[in-house]
């Protein structure tokens, strides 16, 4: 045969092509199996979690305390990659931790390591503060460790039986409320005009944009609410730590001369004002614990188990009856967002899955939002309201915030449980329109053209506002005013009227829109599990299944290049505008608070939209 080359040198590549091909299909069914065997390993290994008697449950909370992790498991990847610890600690799991170490005898104590707990608001706090007490009344001990104490760790420190913090400690407690910016002036300066048109005489979001100041109407409602929340701050500290009523403000208001007394030491000031019961350092509170629990030969201090391993032994698999819970935390969109956020059809979409999940007999929404788009909101209620007609119960917890659209969503519902320090109400539209025709002029640019209808150009943000157009935005928005009114009305079994009243956007605590027939009851969490089993009939036997959102493959793996990207492009803007208002000496984190209030206006522009007609309040945990 004769010899040609270029067959043998197309065989040779057609040999190593396939040798390519085999090796592939190798590496990625062997990673495949790797994966299916760590899974599987995790799902039956879980409860293996060996503790001996004494030990103690270190809970050692991590990032911010929320409803749901924001974002998606790359993001968490791409932090730790990028040395930054974003991850967030979900009020779910702590109160299964708790509520299963307070069964489990094994456990005898826990200790509440505080330092990397970033913040929650206070209704997250009340809950994880009842399960404290609930594990303390099963006869077991909470000891409350920190090298400092800011306002809300303290709030669940002081729900502990001994609470001790170090020598160079201090214990910050400084209220609710603060000022706010406001930049009329500014945007005049450089000829931009917002444009608000609303229904509400205390809807009071877009007054940072249209004011230098807030209104009578918005420093009232604030007071009122402000007030309240730190009321139930202050009585909760006092009942916890036995305090005479009215000591927290006392302490404050006498500061100086009890930090003279204390010769200058914080930390002394803080025992002497019995907000804490001694100074110790983290060996010192070691040697503590040798003596209440048992020694561990291996590690040479006490038995223990901490926050995550122990929650990782609670994770079991279980079928039969359920109780859905569906998570709406963030603000609202009209269509799809990750988690942490709400997506008028992806959060619908969860709604319509549980309805149509046969094991699934009452769904849980858990409402943590300050609101925002009003369409979004109302694909939401939708779904809820079509879930109730197919004989399924729905409960609506409040927790943090369940204000404007995130009270829109609450409308259709069997039952609504607030806590007492949810802010909720502000049921109240606004539109907001900025124009930059003043920008134009002081650079000297005109603009003119011609146009079939008045209405041609009147989105075009760079000419003034047309009246006409002005008065459509307008009635469409007293349109939404009066759809939300009505459907508030005959949630609560009551007139348009009466709703109105306690309406027009005044935002209240959970308590407060108890009294004014806005909510059925105060109460948990908990409380609304137990509520939507009792409705459903499912007695005790039932289990608790959440309903989130499963990112695609492509999701996953785009993911990880545009986050990156988004977060590149933020931190280059960030770093601008920081460098930008440098000489001004505009301190960088002030900087970085105006960039966040105005891109509100920039967001206008990111949908080719140019107003948003918005159930939102600016309603800010305090």
Known sequence: MAFTPFRSIGQGIKWFWNAVDTSRRFVINFIFL??????????FSSDKLKIDDKTALILNFKGQMVEQHAGSASDAFLAEVQGENKRSTQLRDVLTVLDAATKDPKINHAILMLDGMQGAGLPILREVAAALERFKASGKKVIAWGSSFDQRQYYLAAHANEVYMHPMGNVMLSGFGGYRNYYKDALDKIGITVNVLKVGTFKSFAEPYIANGPSQASSEAEAFLYNAMW?????????????PAGSVMTSINNLPEMLKAANGSVAQFAVNAKLIDGLKSRDELRQMMLGL????????????????????????????????????????????????????????????????????????????????????????????????????????????????????ISMSSDEVIADAATITGSIGVFAIFPTADKVLDKIGVHTAGTTTTWLSDSFNPLR????????????????????????????????????????????????????????????????ALKSAATLAKLGSDYRVTYIER?????????????????????????DQFKVAVAPSGIPPAAATEMIKDLAWLADLRKENRSYMVMAHCMCTLP
């Open 34 to 43: 790797l994966l299916v065997i760590l899974l599987l390993n995790a799902m």
């Open 293 to 408: 629990g048992a020694k561990d030969e291996q590690t040479k201090s006490f038995k223990q188990v901490n926050f995550d391993d122990y929650l990782q032994a609670q994770n079991h698999f279980s079928f039969g009856p359920a109780v859905a819970v569906i998570v709406a935390e963030g603000e609202i969109s009209e269509g799809n967002a990750p988690p942490g956020a709400i997506g008028g059809m992806s959060t619908a979409n969860l709604v319509r899955k549980a309805r149509e999940d046969e094991q699934v007999k009452a769904v849980v929404v858990r409402v943590d939002s300050p609101g925002g788009s009003a369409f979004g909101s109302e694909l939401i209620r939708q779904e809820l309201e079509l879930t109730r007609k197919a004989g399924k119960p729905v409960v609506i917890s409040m927790g943090n915030v369940a204000a404007s659209g995130g009270y829109w």
């Open 464 to 527: 003034p506002m047309n009246p006409r157009f002005g008065e459509v935005i307008q009635l469409g928005i007293n349109n939404i005013y009066s759809e939300f009114t009505t459907k508030a009305a005959a949630a609560r079994k009551t007139t348009p009227e009466k709703i109105d009243e306690v309406a027009q956007g005044r935002v209240w605590t959970g308590e407060q829109a108890k009294e004014r027939g806005l909510v059925d009851r105060i109460g948990s969490f908990q409380d």
């Open 550 to 574: 499963e990112p695609s493959k492509f999701d996953r793996f785009f993911s990880m290049f545009e986050d990156g990207a988004a977060k590149a492009a933020a931190r280059a803007i960030n």
């Open 231 to 243: 009321k139930l701050y202050t009585d909760g500290v006092e009942k916890a730590r036995k305090l």
